[in-house]
């Protein structure tokens, strides 16, 4: 037997199906690439849904957006390899793995770059399908900050809100020069 239940002030008290799609945050970038901005974008309804905003991520601005300034540290082409959530012990949050392929190495990419793919990554997931923490790979290896101590390799680091309040003025500026850092970014206000 089937209900219909209307809702006050919607207008339509008859039978309606149910929503094949609905509203997510990705975040992109604004001011030339020194702030995160949260865009709300329609996308399918499924499970789990932090995989379609992951998804709607990489498609990146409209040209609309990018007519606004709109940008995406994360390139064009690159593409989802993998996507999995794991639960904690807690069961109430988890660990989203995100591996990208086609993308630039970390060393090709730099600190403040990194900072901002990180930063888009983890703040479209954190809060959605029980997701507190995002990792994130490149072609099956980590990929993020690179560790000062040899061998040099990209940290394999779990990104949460308390670890992106740590990536506040990030900048890099001309090697050797005095001048003023000519890229920064933070990644929370």
Same mark, same amino acid.
């Given at each position: 037997?089937?209900?219909?239940?209307?809702?006050?002030?919607?207008?339509?008290?008859?039978?309606?199906?149910?929503?094949?799609?609905?509203?997510?945050?990705?975040?992109?970038?604004?001011?030339?690439?020194?702030?995160?901005?949260?865009?709300?974008?329609?996308?399918?309804?499924?499970? *789990?849904?932090?995989?379609?905003?992951?998804?709607?991520?990489?498609?990146?601005?409209?040209?609309?957006?990018?007519?606004?300034?709109?940008?995406?540290?994360?390139?064009?082409?690159?593409?989802?390899?993998?996507?999995?959530?794991?639960?904690?012990?807690?069961?109430?949050?988890?660990?989203?793995?995100?591996?990208?392929?086609?993308?630039?190495?970390?060393?090709?990419?730099?600190?403040?770059?990194?900072?901002?793919?990180?930063?888009?990554?983890?703040?479209?997931?954190?809060?959605?399908?029980?997701?507190?923490?995002?990792?994130?790979?490149?072609?099956?290896?980590?990929?993020?900050?690179?560790?000062?101590?040899?061998?040099?390799?990209?940290?394999?680091?779990?990104?949460?809100?308390?670890?992106?309040?740590?990536?506040?003025?990030?900048?890099?500026?001309?090697?050797?020069?005095?001048? *003023?850092?000519?890229?920064?970014?933070?990644?929370?206000?």
């Amino acid at each position: 037997m089937a209900v219909a239940v209307a809702t006050p002030g919607c207008g339509d008290h008859g039978h309606r199906p149910a929503s094949t799609s609905a509203n997510a945050t990705v975040y992109f970038l604004t001011d030339r690439g020194t702030a995160p901005l949260g865009v709300r974008r329609s996308i399918r309804r499924s499970s *789990p849904f932090a995989r379609q905003s992951l998804e709607a991520l990489l498609e990146g601005p409209t040209e609309a957006e990018r007519d606004a300034g709109i940008t995406s540290a994360i390139p064009k082409g690159a593409t989802l390899r993998s996507f999995s959530i794991a639960p904690s012990l807690s069961r109430t949050s988890g660990t989203a793995t995100v591996d990208l392929g086609d993308m630039p190495s970390v060393d090709e990419t730099g600190a403040v770059n990194v900072a901002r793919v990180v930063t888009q990554v983890a703040r479209t997931l954190i809060g959605l399908s029980g997701i507190e923490r995002v990792r994130l790979r490149v072609d099956g290896q980590p990929w993020g900050f690179t560790s000062m101590h040899p061998p040099n390799r990209a940290l394999d680091q779990l990104w949460d809100y308390r670890a992106l309040l740590g990536l506040y003025g990030i900048c890099e500026g001309t090697p050797g020069a005095e001048t *003023p850092p000519r890229d920064c970014f933070s990644a929370l206000p």
